[in-house]
């Protein structure tokens, strides 16, 4: 659990980087998007993150966890999901730095 925590700030501050100041249009996620035209990239990154993570702990506290081999199977999916999102953040944030639009 520790380690998708980590990976989500990481997505929160690899998604500002390439975001900021008013490229929403660079954002997959259609609600994320949303939630950042309404509230801003920095807040809208924090409450949308906390939303997310209190979810999905109650989700799995609420149904799974008398089955820890499910827990820890939907844990390493979501780390790896996650692992995969920051790489892909962090590698258009670089492009966009030698192009000069970041």
Known sequence: M???IVLNILDAHSTWLVVKPYNYHREKNPVAR????????GRGIIIFKVVLLTFFSGVIFFYVVPDWETVNVSMIIGDLLFTFVVTNNYRIYRKLRKEGRA
């Open 2 to 4: 520790l380690f998708f």
């Open 34 to 41: 949303y939630v950042f035209r309404k509230l801003g990239i």
